[in-house]
Protein backbone atom coordinates (compact mmCIF):
# COMPACT_ATOMS: atom_id res chain seq x y z
CA UNK A 1 0.00 0.00 0.00
CA UNK A 2 1.79 3.24 -1.17
CA UNK A 3 0.85 6.02 1.60
CA UNK A 4 1.95 9.84 1.85
CA UNK A 5 1.01 11.99 4.72
CA UNK A 6 0.42 15.92 4.21
CA UNK A 7 2.78 17.26 6.82
CA UNK A 8 1.58 20.42 6.22
CA UNK A 9 -1.48 19.40 7.93
CA UNK A 10 -0.81 17.64 10.13
CA UNK A 11 -1.04 18.27 13.55
CA UNK A 12 0.75 15.84 15.04
CA UNK A 13 -2.18 14.50 17.26
CA UNK A 14 -0.56 11.26 17.10
CA UNK A 15 -4.03 9.09 16.72
CA UNK A 16 -2.74 7.19 13.32
CA UNK A 17 0.26 6.22 15.61
CA UNK A 18 -2.00 4.93 18.30
CA UNK A 19 -4.70 2.92 15.50
CA UNK A 20 -1.45 1.56 13.09
CA UNK A 21 1.74 1.60 15.23
CA UNK A 22 3.58 -0.49 13.13
CA UNK A 23 3.06 2.01 9.96
CA UNK A 24 2.89 5.20 11.67
CA UNK A 25 5.18 6.20 14.67
CA UNK A 26 6.07 9.62 16.85
CA UNK A 27 9.60 10.67 16.11
CA UNK A 28 10.12 13.43 19.39
CA UNK A 29 7.13 14.98 20.67
CA UNK A 30 5.07 16.24 17.73
CA UNK A 31 7.14 14.95 14.19
CA UNK A 32 5.25 11.88 12.34
CA UNK A 33 7.20 9.18 10.78
CA UNK A 34 5.60 6.75 8.56
CA UNK A 35 5.90 4.05 6.13
CA UNK A 36 5.14 5.17 2.83
CA UNK A 37 4.93 1.35 1.82
CA UNK A 38 3.54 -0.06 4.07
CA UNK A 39 2.34 -3.74 4.22
CA UNK A 40 -1.09 -4.43 2.64
CA UNK A 41 -1.71 -6.75 5.65
CA UNK A 42 -1.73 -3.34 7.47
CA UNK A 43 -4.73 -2.58 5.46
CA UNK A 44 -7.16 -2.12 8.40
CA UNK A 45 -5.41 -0.64 10.64
CA UNK A 46 -4.19 2.12 8.26
CA UNK A 47 -7.66 2.43 6.81
CA UNK A 48 -8.91 3.01 10.52
CA UNK A 49 -5.84 5.94 10.89
CA UNK A 50 -7.12 7.45 7.78
CA UNK A 51 -10.38 7.76 9.20
CA UNK A 52 -9.47 8.73 12.53
CA UNK A 53 -6.52 11.62 11.31
CA UNK A 54 -8.63 14.62 12.66
CA UNK A 55 -7.10 16.93 9.31
CA UNK A 56 -7.60 14.29 6.71
CA UNK A 57 -3.92 14.50 5.99
CA UNK A 58 -3.24 10.88 5.20
CA UNK A 59 -3.60 9.64 1.18
CA UNK A 60 -3.75 6.17 1.29
CA UNK A 61 -3.56 3.97 -2.07
CA UNK A 62 -4.13 0.09 -2.08
CA UNK A 63 -2.70 -0.74 -5.45
CA UNK A 64 -4.01 -3.83 -7.71
CA UNK A 65 -0.90 -5.79 -6.56
CA UNK A 66 -1.89 -5.40 -2.77
CA UNK A 67 -5.13 -6.93 -3.60
CA UNK A 68 -3.57 -9.75 -5.36
CA UNK A 69 -1.06 -9.94 -2.03
CA UNK A 70 -4.47 -10.19 -0.13
CA UNK A 71 -6.79 -12.28 -2.06
CA UNK A 72 -5.61 -15.48 -0.52
CA UNK A 73 -6.79 -14.69 3.26
CA UNK A 74 -9.49 -12.41 2.27
CA UNK A 75 -11.36 -14.94 0.68
CA UNK A 76 -11.59 -16.04 4.28
CA UNK A 77 -12.27 -13.12 6.37
CA UNK A 78 -13.32 -10.87 3.39
CA UNK A 79 -16.79 -10.90 3.74
CA UNK A 80 -16.84 -10.77 7.32
CA UNK A 81 -14.60 -7.88 7.90
CA UNK A 82 -16.29 -5.90 4.61
CA UNK A 83 -20.14 -5.88 6.41
CA UNK A 84 -17.48 -4.73 9.44
CA UNK A 85 -17.33 -1.31 7.80
CA UNK A 86 -13.89 -1.76 5.91
CA UNK A 87 -14.34 1.33 3.27
CA UNK B 1 -13.75 33.33 -26.36
CA UNK B 2 -16.11 30.81 -25.54
CA UNK B 3 -16.20 29.38 -29.27
CA UNK B 4 -15.89 26.13 -28.03
CA UNK B 5 -12.55 25.55 -28.64
CA UNK B 6 -12.34 24.46 -24.50
CA UNK B 7 -14.84 22.33 -24.66
CA UNK B 8 -12.94 20.55 -28.11
CA UNK B 9 -9.69 20.74 -25.71
CA UNK B 10 -11.09 18.52 -23.08
CA UNK B 11 -12.78 15.76 -25.31
CA UNK B 12 -9.95 15.22 -27.81
CA UNK B 13 -6.87 17.93 -27.16
CA UNK B 14 -3.59 17.13 -26.19
CA UNK B 15 -2.06 17.41 -23.39
CA UNK B 16 1.93 16.78 -22.46
CA UNK B 17 3.30 17.06 -18.54
CA UNK B 18 6.99 17.55 -18.41
CA UNK B 19 8.52 15.90 -14.78
CA UNK B 20 6.81 13.16 -14.26
CA UNK B 21 7.11 13.87 -10.31
CA UNK B 22 5.12 15.48 -7.60
CA UNK B 23 3.77 18.54 -9.70
CA UNK B 24 3.16 16.69 -12.73
CA UNK B 25 1.01 13.67 -11.30
CA UNK B 26 -0.87 15.62 -9.23
CA UNK B 27 -1.34 17.97 -12.46
CA UNK B 28 -2.41 15.36 -14.36
CA UNK B 29 -4.80 13.68 -11.49
CA UNK B 30 -6.45 17.03 -11.68
CA UNK B 31 -7.25 17.48 -15.10
CA UNK B 32 -8.83 14.23 -15.48
CA UNK B 33 -10.78 15.05 -12.41
CA UNK B 34 -11.93 18.13 -14.30
CA UNK B 35 -13.04 15.36 -16.80
CA UNK B 36 -10.41 16.18 -19.60
CA UNK B 37 -10.37 12.85 -21.66
CA UNK B 38 -8.08 13.80 -24.37
CA UNK B 39 -4.68 12.36 -24.24
CA UNK B 40 -2.18 13.08 -21.85
CA UNK B 41 1.29 12.16 -22.12
CA UNK B 42 3.94 11.99 -18.97
CA UNK B 43 7.65 12.81 -19.82
CA UNK B 44 10.21 12.04 -17.10
CA UNK B 45 13.73 11.56 -17.29
CA UNK B 46 14.02 9.55 -14.17
CA UNK B 47 12.76 5.95 -15.27
CA UNK B 48 10.78 5.69 -11.88
CA UNK B 49 6.94 6.28 -11.54
CA UNK B 50 6.67 9.07 -9.37
CA UNK B 51 8.19 9.13 -5.64
CA UNK B 52 8.18 11.46 -2.79
CA UNK B 53 11.50 13.19 -2.26
CA UNK B 54 11.26 14.11 1.76
CA UNK B 55 11.02 10.43 3.25
CA UNK B 56 14.54 10.70 1.28
CA UNK B 57 16.54 12.65 4.26
CA UNK B 58 14.32 10.98 7.22
CA UNK B 59 12.62 8.08 7.15
CA UNK B 60 14.87 6.56 4.22
CA UNK B 61 18.17 8.06 6.15
CA UNK B 62 17.08 6.43 9.55
CA UNK B 63 15.96 2.59 8.32
CA UNK B 64 12.75 2.62 8.72
CA UNK B 65 11.61 3.01 4.40
CA UNK B 66 13.50 1.85 1.61
CA UNK B 67 14.44 4.19 -1.27
CA UNK B 68 12.78 2.59 -3.99
CA UNK B 69 9.60 2.80 -1.91
CA UNK B 70 8.72 6.10 -1.32
CA UNK B 71 6.06 5.70 -5.11
CA UNK B 72 3.37 8.46 -4.28
CA UNK B 73 -0.04 7.48 -3.77
CA UNK B 74 -2.41 7.79 -6.66
CA UNK B 75 -5.58 10.15 -6.10
CA UNK B 76 -6.84 8.59 -9.16
CA UNK B 77 -6.31 6.46 -12.47
CA UNK B 78 -4.95 9.22 -14.47
CA UNK B 79 -4.87 7.20 -18.30
CA UNK B 80 -1.15 8.77 -19.38
CA UNK B 81 1.09 7.95 -21.74
CA UNK B 82 4.29 7.50 -19.57
CA UNK B 83 7.36 7.63 -21.04
CA UNK B 84 9.67 7.44 -18.46
CA UNK B 85 13.63 7.60 -18.69
CA UNK B 86 13.98 9.86 -21.06
CA UNK B 87 14.70 13.71 -21.00
CA UNK B 88 13.05 16.40 -22.89
CA UNK B 89 15.63 18.35 -24.86
CA UNK B 90 13.61 20.92 -26.71
CA UNK B 91 10.75 23.24 -27.20
CA UNK B 92 9.55 24.37 -30.45
CA UNK B 93 6.70 26.78 -29.36
CA UNK B 94 5.27 27.62 -32.52
CA UNK B 95 5.03 24.26 -33.90
CA UNK B 96 3.65 22.98 -30.10
CA UNK B 97 6.16 20.27 -29.74
CA UNK B 98 8.87 19.28 -27.14
CA UNK B 99 11.87 17.50 -28.90
CA UNK B 100 13.02 14.55 -26.53
CA UNK B 101 16.28 13.00 -25.57
CA UNK B 102 15.87 9.93 -27.99
CA UNK B 103 14.91 11.76 -31.10
CA UNK B 104 11.07 11.33 -30.36
CA UNK B 105 8.72 14.55 -30.93
CA UNK B 106 5.94 14.86 -28.93
CA UNK B 107 2.78 17.64 -29.72
CA UNK B 108 0.55 19.16 -27.41
CA UNK B 109 -2.21 21.96 -28.13
CA UNK B 110 -1.40 22.66 -24.02
CA UNK B 111 2.02 22.21 -22.06
CA UNK B 112 2.73 22.07 -18.78
CA UNK B 113 6.28 22.12 -17.62
CA UNK B 114 7.02 20.65 -13.70
CA UNK B 115 10.71 20.01 -14.01
CA UNK B 116 11.59 20.81 -10.98
CA UNK B 117 15.07 21.14 -9.16
CA UNK B 118 18.13 19.01 -9.30
CA UNK B 119 21.09 19.37 -6.54
CA UNK B 120 23.39 21.71 -6.77
CA UNK B 121 27.00 19.50 -7.21
CA UNK B 122 29.97 20.20 -5.52
CA UNK B 123 31.86 22.77 -7.90
CA UNK B 124 35.27 20.71 -8.93
CA UNK B 125 33.72 17.95 -10.87
CA UNK B 126 36.71 15.38 -10.33
CA UNK B 127 36.11 16.05 -6.61
CA UNK B 128 32.62 15.34 -6.81
CA UNK B 129 32.94 12.12 -8.36
CA UNK B 130 34.96 10.59 -5.98
CA UNK B 131 33.49 7.54 -4.55
CA UNK B 132 32.11 8.35 -1.18
CA UNK B 133 30.70 11.84 -2.37
CA UNK B 134 27.00 12.38 -2.37
CA UNK B 135 24.52 14.63 -3.03
CA UNK B 136 20.61 13.70 -2.14
CA UNK B 137 18.11 14.38 -4.01
CA UNK B 138 16.79 11.46 -6.23
CA UNK B 139 15.60 8.21 -5.14
CA UNK B 140 19.10 6.36 -6.63
CA UNK B 141 21.05 9.68 -4.36
CA UNK B 142 19.02 8.32 -1.12
CA UNK B 143 19.58 4.77 -1.57
CA UNK B 144 23.21 5.16 -2.43
CA UNK B 145 23.61 7.38 1.12
CA UNK B 146 21.68 5.04 2.58
CA UNK B 147 24.22 1.96 2.00
CA UNK B 148 27.49 4.25 2.82
CA UNK B 149 25.74 5.06 6.28
CA UNK B 150 24.52 1.60 6.88
CA UNK B 151 28.08 0.73 6.28
CA UNK B 152 29.55 2.23 9.92
CA UNK B 153 31.93 5.13 8.32
CA UNK B 154 34.07 6.31 11.01
CA UNK B 155 32.67 9.84 9.99
CA UNK B 156 30.37 11.79 7.42
CA UNK B 157 30.90 15.43 6.94
CA UNK B 158 27.73 17.18 5.45
CA UNK B 159 28.80 20.42 3.36
CA UNK B 160 25.85 22.99 3.92
CA UNK B 161 23.28 23.04 6.67
CA UNK B 162 20.15 24.26 5.17
CA UNK B 163 16.59 21.78 6.07
CA UNK B 164 18.44 18.76 3.95
CA UNK B 165 22.07 19.06 5.70
CA UNK B 166 20.81 19.22 8.92
CA UNK B 167 18.20 16.47 8.47
CA UNK B 168 20.95 14.53 7.20
CA UNK B 169 23.42 15.33 10.08
CA UNK B 170 20.14 14.44 12.50
CA UNK B 171 20.00 11.85 10.99
CA UNK B 172 23.49 10.36 10.83
CA UNK B 173 24.03 11.07 15.04
CA UNK B 174 20.48 8.97 15.37
CA UNK B 175 22.22 5.85 13.39
CA UNK B 176 25.38 6.66 15.99
CA UNK B 177 27.62 8.07 13.65
CA UNK B 178 30.00 10.80 14.14
CA UNK B 179 29.61 13.67 11.97
CA UNK B 180 30.98 17.44 11.03
CA UNK B 181 28.84 20.02 9.25
CA UNK B 182 30.36 23.03 7.58
CA UNK B 183 28.34 25.96 6.93
CA UNK B 184 29.33 29.41 5.60
CA UNK B 185 27.08 31.29 7.15
CA UNK B 186 26.98 32.15 10.74
CA UNK B 187 24.26 29.31 11.71
CA UNK B 188 22.09 26.64 10.27
CA UNK B 189 19.01 27.30 8.76
CA UNK B 190 20.27 31.57 8.76
CA UNK B 191 18.58 31.55 5.10
CA UNK B 192 15.85 29.99 5.41
CA UNK B 193 14.61 31.11 9.47
CA UNK B 194 17.77 33.92 9.87
CA UNK B 195 20.08 34.53 12.82
CA UNK B 196 18.20 34.39 15.95
CA UNK B 197 16.19 30.48 14.89
CA UNK B 198 19.88 29.77 13.75
CA UNK B 199 21.26 29.64 16.64
CA UNK B 200 18.63 27.58 17.84
CA UNK B 201 18.92 25.06 15.24
CA UNK B 202 23.10 25.61 15.90
CA UNK B 203 22.14 24.66 19.84
CA UNK B 204 20.42 21.52 18.22
CA UNK B 205 23.14 20.41 16.19
CA UNK B 206 25.76 20.61 19.15
CA UNK B 207 23.71 18.93 21.73
CA UNK B 208 23.23 16.13 19.91
CA UNK B 209 26.70 15.42 19.20
CA UNK B 210 27.09 16.93 15.82
CA UNK B 211 30.72 18.73 14.94
CA UNK B 212 29.08 22.03 13.93
CA UNK B 213 31.76 24.47 12.51
CA UNK B 214 30.40 27.79 10.74
CA UNK B 215 31.54 30.31 8.87
CA UNK B 216 33.86 28.14 6.81
CA UNK B 217 33.94 26.67 3.60
CA UNK B 218 35.07 23.47 2.41
CA UNK B 219 38.02 24.68 0.16
CA UNK B 220 38.89 21.19 -1.61
CA UNK B 221 38.55 17.53 -1.06
CA UNK B 222 41.02 14.65 -0.52
CA UNK B 223 41.20 11.26 -2.18
CA UNK B 224 43.03 7.96 -1.39
CA UNK B 225 44.55 6.16 -4.09
CA UNK B 226 41.73 4.05 -4.95
CA UNK B 227 39.54 7.12 -5.85
CA UNK B 228 37.56 7.02 -2.05
CA UNK B 229 36.89 10.45 -0.52
CA UNK B 230 39.21 10.33 2.58
CA UNK B 231 39.32 13.72 4.14
CA UNK B 232 38.61 17.96 3.20
CA UNK B 233 40.15 20.84 3.82
CA UNK B 234 38.34 23.75 4.93
CA UNK B 235 38.91 27.89 4.58
CA UNK B 236 39.98 27.40 8.01
CA UNK B 237 43.12 25.50 7.74
CA UNK B 238 41.51 22.72 9.21
CA UNK B 239 41.12 19.30 7.84
CA UNK B 240 38.17 16.91 8.26
CA UNK B 241 38.62 13.44 7.93
CA UNK B 242 35.46 11.45 6.50
CA UNK B 243 35.18 9.02 4.73
CA UNK B 244 31.82 9.95 3.41
CA UNK B 245 30.94 13.52 1.97
CA UNK B 246 27.64 14.56 1.18
CA UNK B 247 27.04 17.97 -0.45
CA UNK B 248 24.27 19.80 0.58
CA UNK B 249 24.81 23.25 -1.43
CA UNK B 250 21.12 23.46 -2.43
CA UNK B 251 19.24 23.45 -5.97
CA UNK B 252 19.49 24.52 -9.10
CA UNK B 253 16.61 24.54 -11.71
CA UNK B 254 16.08 22.10 -14.33
CA UNK B 255 15.54 24.98 -17.50
CA UNK B 256 18.67 24.27 -19.78
CA UNK B 257 16.80 22.34 -21.88
CA UNK B 258 14.76 25.07 -22.98
CA UNK B 259 17.42 27.41 -23.88
CA UNK B 260 16.62 28.85 -27.22
CA UNK B 261 12.80 28.06 -27.69
CA UNK B 262 12.26 31.66 -26.62
CA UNK B 263 10.29 30.44 -23.31
CA UNK B 264 11.18 33.11 -20.27
CA UNK B 265 13.76 30.45 -18.37
CA UNK B 266 16.48 30.52 -16.71
CA UNK B 267 18.74 29.55 -13.85
CA UNK B 268 16.05 31.23 -11.67
CA UNK B 269 13.15 29.65 -12.55
CA UNK B 270 10.52 29.74 -14.96
CA UNK B 271 8.67 33.11 -14.89
CA UNK B 272 4.86 32.75 -14.94
CA UNK B 273 2.29 35.04 -13.90
CA UNK B 274 -0.27 34.25 -11.10
CA UNK B 275 -2.69 31.87 -13.00
CA UNK B 276 0.83 29.74 -13.59
CA UNK B 277 1.16 30.64 -17.41
CA UNK B 278 4.98 31.04 -18.60
CA UNK B 279 6.32 34.50 -19.78
CA UNK B 280 8.10 34.23 -23.23
CA UNK B 281 11.66 36.15 -23.13
CA UNK B 282 9.88 39.02 -24.38
CA UNK B 283 7.87 38.69 -20.71
CA UNK B 284 4.49 38.12 -22.65
CA UNK B 285 2.48 35.58 -21.47
CA UNK B 286 1.88 32.49 -23.27
CA UNK B 287 -1.45 30.88 -23.32
CA UNK B 288 -0.84 27.18 -24.13
CA UNK B 289 2.22 26.71 -21.45
CA UNK B 290 1.91 26.55 -18.10
CA UNK B 291 4.27 26.04 -14.72
CA UNK B 292 4.25 24.49 -11.53
CA UNK B 293 6.77 23.22 -8.40
CA UNK B 294 9.94 24.03 -7.16
CA UNK B 295 10.63 25.28 -11.50
CA UNK B 296 7.77 27.80 -11.41
CA UNK B 297 8.96 31.52 -9.90
CA UNK B 298 5.36 33.15 -9.79
CA UNK B 299 3.93 36.58 -8.22
CA UNK B 300 2.01 36.52 -5.03
CA UNK B 301 -0.29 38.69 -4.11
CA UNK B 302 0.19 38.56 -0.65
CA UNK B 303 3.91 39.45 -0.52
CA UNK B 304 3.54 42.45 -2.63
CA UNK B 305 3.71 40.36 -6.02
CA UNK B 306 7.12 39.48 -5.18
CA UNK B 307 8.38 36.73 -7.47
CA UNK B 308 8.77 33.59 -5.09
CA UNK B 309 10.14 30.57 -5.96
CA UNK B 310 9.57 27.57 -3.48
CA UNK B 311 10.99 24.43 -2.89
CA UNK B 312 8.07 23.19 -1.01
CA UNK B 313 6.45 20.09 -1.18
CA UNK B 314 2.99 21.72 -0.52
CA UNK B 315 3.79 24.62 -3.21
CA UNK B 316 4.19 21.41 -5.60
CA UNK B 317 0.49 20.09 -4.54
CA UNK B 318 -1.41 23.40 -4.29
CA UNK B 319 0.41 25.01 -7.63
CA UNK B 320 -0.32 21.59 -9.95
CA UNK B 321 -3.65 21.59 -8.91
CA UNK B 322 -4.33 25.74 -9.96
CA UNK B 323 -2.27 25.15 -13.43
CA UNK B 324 -4.27 21.91 -14.12
CA UNK B 325 -7.40 24.01 -13.24
CA UNK B 326 -6.37 26.94 -15.46
CA UNK B 327 -5.16 24.94 -18.43
CA UNK B 328 -8.93 23.66 -18.59
CA UNK B 329 -10.73 26.82 -17.98
CA UNK B 330 -12.16 29.90 -19.95
CA UNK B 331 -10.05 32.36 -18.45
CA UNK B 332 -12.61 34.73 -16.63
CA UNK B 333 -12.95 31.12 -14.70
CA UNK B 334 -9.22 30.68 -13.87
CA UNK B 335 -7.98 31.11 -10.36
CA UNK B 336 -4.61 32.71 -9.05
CA UNK B 337 -1.91 30.52 -7.42
CA UNK B 338 -2.54 32.64 -3.68
CA UNK B 339 -1.40 29.28 -1.87
CA UNK B 340 0.13 30.78 1.55
CA UNK B 341 3.92 29.60 1.32
CA UNK B 342 4.49 26.50 4.17
CA UNK B 343 6.87 23.66 5.26
CA UNK B 344 7.93 21.42 7.76
CA UNK B 345 11.00 20.23 8.61
CA UNK B 346 11.88 17.14 11.42
CA UNK B 347 15.29 17.07 13.01
CA UNK B 348 16.81 15.83 15.99
CA UNK B 349 13.31 15.00 16.80
CA UNK B 350 12.38 18.43 16.95
CA UNK B 351 9.30 19.38 14.22
CA UNK B 352 9.63 22.78 12.45
CA UNK B 353 7.36 23.87 10.24
CA UNK B 354 6.74 27.58 8.64
CA UNK B 355 3.99 29.40 6.83
CA UNK B 356 4.48 32.63 5.24
CA UNK B 357 7.90 34.05 4.13
CA UNK B 358 10.77 34.59 6.37
CA UNK B 359 13.09 36.17 4.57
CA UNK B 360 11.11 38.83 3.95
CA UNK B 361 11.26 39.30 7.81
CA UNK B 362 13.13 42.55 9.12
CA UNK B 363 12.02 41.69 12.56
CA UNK B 364 11.32 38.43 15.30
CA UNK B 365 9.34 38.45 17.85
CA UNK B 366 8.62 34.96 20.27
CA UNK B 367 4.89 34.90 20.68
CA UNK B 368 5.17 31.86 22.83
CA UNK B 369 6.91 29.30 24.38
CA UNK B 370 11.37 30.01 24.90
CA UNK B 371 13.70 29.53 22.60
CA UNK B 372 15.76 27.92 25.37
CA UNK B 373 13.24 24.91 25.80
CA UNK B 374 12.86 24.10 21.78
CA UNK B 375 9.52 24.69 21.68
CA UNK B 376 7.95 28.28 20.88
CA UNK B 377 6.18 30.14 18.23
CA UNK B 378 7.98 33.13 16.73
CA UNK B 379 6.61 35.73 13.90
CA UNK B 380 8.55 37.93 11.75
CA UNK B 381 7.71 41.48 10.59
CA UNK B 382 7.71 43.66 7.56
CA UNK B 383 6.86 46.99 7.39
CA UNK B 384 4.55 46.74 10.65
CA UNK B 385 3.02 43.52 9.38
CA UNK B 386 2.84 39.81 10.34
CA UNK B 387 4.90 38.06 7.13
CA UNK B 388 5.36 34.64 8.66
CA UNK B 389 5.63 32.65 11.24
CA UNK B 390 7.77 29.59 12.57
CA UNK B 391 6.90 26.86 15.11
CA UNK B 392 9.09 24.67 17.09
CA UNK B 393 7.82 21.73 18.70
CA UNK B 394 4.15 24.04 18.56
CA UNK B 395 2.39 23.40 15.17
CA UNK B 396 -1.15 23.33 16.54
CA UNK B 397 -0.55 27.09 16.51
CA UNK B 398 0.15 27.39 12.64
CA UNK B 399 -3.25 27.27 11.63
CA UNK B 400 -4.35 30.31 13.44
CA UNK B 401 -1.24 32.49 12.54
CA UNK B 402 -1.19 31.63 8.95
CA UNK B 403 -4.78 33.30 9.03
CA UNK B 404 -3.41 36.37 10.60
CA UNK B 405 -1.01 36.44 8.20
CA UNK B 406 -3.48 36.30 5.63
CA UNK B 407 -5.29 38.71 6.96
CA UNK B 408 -2.38 41.30 6.75
CA UNK B 409 -2.07 42.04 10.71
CA UNK B 410 -0.12 43.82 12.20
CA UNK B 411 3.41 43.19 13.69
CA UNK B 412 4.39 43.68 16.82
CA UNK B 413 1.22 41.04 17.17
CA UNK B 414 -0.93 43.16 20.02
CA UNK B 415 -2.61 39.68 21.51
CA UNK B 416 -0.87 38.59 24.58
CA UNK B 417 -0.51 35.11 24.93
CA UNK B 418 -0.49 32.90 28.01
CA UNK B 419 2.13 31.27 27.44
CA UNK B 420 4.98 33.64 26.18
CA UNK B 421 8.32 33.76 27.89
CA UNK B 422 10.62 37.06 28.47
CA UNK B 423 12.48 35.41 25.29
CA UNK B 424 9.54 37.67 23.68
CA UNK B 425 8.69 40.73 25.32
CA UNK B 426 9.62 42.78 22.51
CA UNK B 427 10.85 42.15 18.50
CA UNK B 428 14.15 41.89 17.69
CA UNK B 429 15.71 42.16 14.30
CA UNK B 430 15.19 38.60 12.32
CA UNK B 431 19.10 38.91 11.59
CA UNK B 432 18.95 37.59 8.10
CA UNK B 433 22.60 37.20 6.59
CA UNK B 434 23.09 39.68 3.48
CA UNK B 435 21.31 38.81 0.21
CA UNK B 436 24.15 39.39 -1.74
CA UNK B 437 26.61 36.67 0.17
CA UNK B 438 25.40 33.37 -0.57
CA UNK B 439 24.20 30.59 2.42
CA UNK B 440 23.39 27.22 1.81
CA UNK B 441 20.37 26.51 1.01
CA UNK B 442 17.87 29.16 1.26
CA UNK B 443 14.55 27.95 0.31
CA UNK B 444 12.77 31.06 -1.56
CA UNK B 445 13.94 33.33 -3.34
CA UNK B 446 12.36 36.67 -3.25
CA UNK B 447 12.69 39.40 -6.87
CA UNK B 448 10.30 42.12 -8.29
CA UNK B 449 8.45 43.82 -6.19
CA UNK B 450 4.40 45.77 -6.45
CA UNK B 451 1.99 46.39 -3.63
CA UNK B 452 -1.03 44.92 -3.04
CA UNK B 453 -2.72 42.28 -0.46
CA UNK B 454 -4.33 38.82 -0.60
CA UNK B 455 -7.84 39.63 -0.68
CA UNK B 456 -7.04 42.08 -4.07
CA UNK B 457 -8.99 45.31 -2.10
CA UNK B 458 -6.91 48.40 -2.89
CA UNK B 459 -5.48 50.07 0.30
CA UNK B 460 -4.30 53.93 -0.70
CA UNK B 461 -1.01 54.33 0.40
CA UNK B 462 -0.41 56.00 4.38
C1 LIG C 1 15.80 15.08 0.40
C2 LIG C 1 14.63 16.03 0.27
C3 LIG C 1 13.87 16.33 1.39
C4 LIG C 1 12.78 17.22 1.29
N1 LIG C 1 12.05 17.49 2.41
C5 LIG C 1 11.04 18.39 2.35
C6 LIG C 1 10.30 18.73 3.51
O1 LIG C 1 10.55 18.22 4.60
N2 LIG C 1 9.30 19.65 3.40
C7 LIG C 1 9.00 20.26 2.21
O2 LIG C 1 8.08 21.10 2.16
N3 LIG C 1 9.68 19.93 1.07
C8 LIG C 1 10.69 19.01 1.12
N4 LIG C 1 11.39 18.71 -0.03
C9 LIG C 1 11.05 19.40 -1.29
C10 LIG C 1 10.01 18.65 -2.14
O3 LIG C 1 10.36 17.33 -2.30
C11 LIG C 1 9.92 19.35 -3.51
O4 LIG C 1 9.37 20.63 -3.28
C12 LIG C 1 9.06 18.60 -4.51
O5 LIG C 1 9.64 17.38 -4.86
C13 LIG C 1 8.84 19.44 -5.77
O6 LIG C 1 8.16 18.71 -6.74
P1 LIG C 1 8.28 19.04 -8.30
O7 LIG C 1 7.42 18.04 -8.97
O8 LIG C 1 8.04 20.47 -8.52
O9 LIG C 1 9.82 18.84 -8.66
P2 LIG C 1 10.75 17.54 -8.58
O10 LIG C 1 10.29 16.63 -7.49
O11 LIG C 1 12.14 18.05 -8.55
O12 LIG C 1 10.49 16.80 -9.94
C14 LIG C 1 10.92 17.23 -11.20
C15 LIG C 1 11.07 16.02 -12.09
O13 LIG C 1 11.33 16.43 -13.43
C16 LIG C 1 12.39 15.66 -13.95
N5 LIG C 1 13.04 16.41 -15.04
C17 LIG C 1 13.90 17.44 -14.93
N6 LIG C 1 14.29 17.87 -16.16
C18 LIG C 1 13.64 17.09 -17.05
C19 LIG C 1 13.61 17.04 -18.47
N7 LIG C 1 14.32 17.89 -19.23
N8 LIG C 1 12.83 16.11 -19.07
C20 LIG C 1 12.09 15.25 -18.33
N9 LIG C 1 12.08 15.25 -16.99
C21 LIG C 1 12.84 16.16 -16.36
C22 LIG C 1 13.27 15.45 -12.75
O14 LIG C 1 14.19 14.39 -12.95
C23 LIG C 1 12.24 15.13 -11.69
O15 LIG C 1 11.86 13.80 -11.72
C24 LIG C 1 12.47 17.81 0.04
C25 LIG C 1 13.26 17.50 -1.10
C26 LIG C 1 14.33 16.63 -0.99
C27 LIG C 1 15.15 16.31 -2.21
S1 LIG D 1 -3.62 11.40 12.89
FE1 LIG D 1 -3.33 12.92 11.28
S2 LIG D 1 -2.78 14.80 12.38
FE2 LIG D 1 -2.50 13.12 13.79
S3 LIG D 1 -0.34 12.56 13.63
FE3 LIG D 1 -1.49 11.22 12.26
S4 LIG D 1 -1.45 12.29 10.30
FE4 LIG D 1 -0.89 13.77 11.84
Known amino acids: ?87 | MRDGSLEHLKREGRIVVVGASLAGLRAAETMREKGFAGSLTMIGDEPYEPYDRPPLSKQVLLGNAVADHTALPRRRAIDADWRLGVPATGLDMAARRVRLGNGDEVEYDRLLIATGVRARPWPNAEEGALQGVFVLRTRDDGEGLQRALAAGPRRVLVIGAGFTGSEIASACRERGLDVTVAERGEAPLVGALGGVIGEVAAGMHRENGVDLRTGVMVTSLESDPSGRVRAAHLSDGSTVEAEVVVVSLGAQRNTEWLAGSGLGAGPRGIACDAGCRAFDVRGIVTDDIYVAGDVARSPHALFGYQFLSLEHWGNAVAQADTAAHNMLSESTDRRPHLWVPAFWSSQFGVNIKSVGVPPMGTEIMITQGSLAERRFAAVYGYQGRMIAAVTFDNCRWLPFYEQQIESTAPFPPPFSTVDRRSDGIKPLPADFPDPSVPTHGPTITLSGYSPADRKMTFTPGR
Do not use: W
Open chain 1, 1 to 87: MRLVVDLNRCQGYAQCAFLAPDVFAMHGDESLLYNPNADPEQREDVLRAVAACPVQAILLEITDEDMAKMAAPQAVAGAGSASGGAR
